[in-house]
C-alpha cells in the first residue's frame, strides 16, 4: 500500500496534473487571433513625446529662434555676424558684463557665507521658534525678487525709515543711508533675498547630520570653530556647491532687483538687454546681448547640474 501511495503521490501533487499546473482554468493563448489586434491598438513611444516637445518647440525654442535670428540680421538688411562685432567692441557691453559677473560672483560668496552661519544657527541652536523660522525659509522663497528691494527701500532708501529717524533726531536736511542706488544697495538686496536659497538644501544637509558626532566631537574636548571645520562643513560641502551654483546662475539674469532699486549706474546684461531693445529700439544688439546672456546662463547651468550630480545634492 505505501509503495501504491508514493507512486500515485506525484501524479496527484506533481506538474503531471493539468488543472494544477494551469490552476484549475484554461489560459488564453497569448498568440491567438485577439494578439494582432491588442499589437494594432498599442500606440508607439514617440507618440506620447509630441506633445510636450510641440509646447517647448512653440513657447520656448520658436522664440529663442527668433531672437537668434534677430542677433544677425543688421539693420540694413541680409545676414551678417556684423552686430555682434558692433556689440561687443562698445564699452557698454564690456562694462555691463564685468558689473554682471562681479554681482554674481559677490551675491554668490555672500549667499554662501551668510546662508552658512544662518543655517547652522536654526539647525544646531536651540531657540524658541526655530522650527517656524525653518519653515519661513521655504515661504521665503516664493516670493517676487522686488518685494525684497521694495522693503530695502523702505527702510534705507532716501526717504525711508532709517534717514527718517535721522533727520528727526539730529535735524539734518537728509540721511547718511544712501547706498541702494549704487551697486552695493544692488548687492545687498540680492545676497538679502537669494541667501534662503542656500539655506534650504543646507537645512535638508543638516537634518541627516547625526548628533551624536557633535557629541562625541565635543565630549573628546574640540572646540566648536573646529567641529564646524571637521564635522559639519564636509557634511554641508554638496548643499554648498549646489546651493551656490544655483544662486550664480539666478544673480547673473536678475532684471527687477536692479530695475527696482533705482541703481541708473549699474548696467547689468539683463538691463543692457532692456536699455537697447526699449529705450534706443536697436532689436539686433538687444538681441546679441540676449543671445550672449542666455550661453552664459546655460552654461552656469551645465556646471550647476554637474556640481549635483558630483556631490550628489
Known sequence: ?????QSVAPVIGGTTDPRRRTGGSKQPDPSGP???????????????????VAVLALVFLYPLALVVQQSVSPDEGGTSIAPYGEVFASESFRSALTTTVWL????TVGCLVLGFVLAMIIAFVPFPGGRAVAKFIDVFLSFP??????????????VGMANGVW???TGASSGPFDFLTTPWGVLLAEITYFTPFVMRPLLAAFSQLDSAQLEVASSLGARPARI???VILPEALPALAAGGSLVLVMCLNEFGIVLFTGAKGVTTLPMLVYSKAI???????????AVVNIAISVGLYSLYRMVSRRVGA
Open 228 to 230: 564646524v571645520r571637521q
Open 279 to 289: 529705450l534706443e529700439s536697436d532689436y539686433p544688439a538687444a538681441c546679441v546681448v
Open 145 to 158: 525678487s522686488f518685494l525684497i528691494t521694495l522693503a530695502l527701500l523702505f527702510i534705507y532708501g532716501n
Open 1 to 5: 500500500m505505501a509503495s501504491t501511495a
Open 34 to 52: 485577439q494578439a494582432p489586434a491588442r499589437e494594432a491598438r498599442r500606440v508607439p513611444r514617440f507618440v506620447w513625446a509630441l506633445p510636450p
Open 104 to 107: 554674481a560672483v559677490g551675491s
Open 167 to 169: 533727520t528727526d533726531l
